[in-house]
């Protein structure tokens, strides 16, 4: 069975670009989450998605958005990137309420 | 929303010695307290995990414990390995929902 995919591997952006970030979770994993990940700050909640809808979001400006297409595969796009917003996004999936989070291997972002 | 704090954030033991690692959460409805390990480059992996309807659970050589009174949670790993050196996240969510990560931990096996 194939992991979670996040693509692509690494990114390097312009200040003031945006960019969109792609991870194809496990095959039959509805929810999908994001979190962004940081030396300083850990690993930040972003948002999940659950079936095309987002569930919960966490706080992050609304520079960070997210969608998830009925595939559950689920993208996230930042816009007017910020030096700050380098770090490494890492997509997560499970399989139900009552199973633990599979991490993709992540989309290491840097923003000159 | 949920809040998870997390200690210590560097963790040394010699090889062979037991590691504990404690967290405490905010959120009184929080019910799911997975731990994740994390070696250097490689992604979050899930080692073990914890319902609220129950107290302790092992696997091999890590356990964890559970507190719901205190709203803590522990992680144990004992006979520790230098393989196990790695930064350790533990987690809480409410139904496997809006999973918060505590700051991490990074631990050091000396051999």
């Known amino acids: 069975k194939a992991g979670v995919t996040q693509t692509p591997r690494y990114l390097i952006k312009t200040r003031g670009q945006q960019v969109t970030l792609s991870c194809s979770p496990i095959?039959?994993?509805?929810?999908v989450s994001w979190y962004q990940q940081t030396p300083g700050q850990g690993l930040q909640f972003l948002f999940e998605?659950?079936?095309?809808?987002?569930?919960n979001k966490g706080n992050f400006p609304g520079r960070f958005s997210g969608r998830q297409f009925s595939n559950s595969r689920s993208e996230m796009n930042v816009s007017t990137l910020e030096l700050g917003d380098s770090a490494l996004y890492l997509c997560?999936?499970?399989?139900?309420?009552?199973?633990?989070?599979?991490f993709g291997s992540g989309t290491r972002l840097t923003v000159v | 929303g949920e809040n998870v704090e997390q200690h210590p954030s560097t963790l040394s033991v010699q090889e062979g010695d037991s590691a504990v690692i404690k967290c405490t959460y905010s959120?009184?409805?929080?019910?799911?307290f997975p731990w994740y390990k994390q070696e250097l480059g490689k992604r979050p992996q899930l080692i073990i995990d914890?319902?609220?309807?129950?107290g302790e659970k092992k696997d091999q050589r890590i356990a964890v414990t559970l507190n719901k009174t205190a709203k803590h949670f522990s992680l144990h790993i004992t006979e520790t390995q230098p393989e196990d050196s790695a930064v350790y996240f533990c987690?809480?969510?409410?139904?496997?929902?809006?999973?918060?990560f505590g700051a991490g931990t990074r631990l050091t096996v000396k051999p």
């Open positions: 997560a999936s499970r399989q139900g309420a009552d199973y633990g989070y599979t």
């Open positions: 095959s039959g994993h509805r929810s």
């Open positions: 998605y659950f079936s095309e809808t987002q569930r």
């Open positions: 959120d009184s409805a929080s019910n799911y």
């Open positions: 914890i319902r609220s309807n129950v």
């Open positions: 987690a809480a969510s409410i139904n496997n929902n809006d999973m918060r």
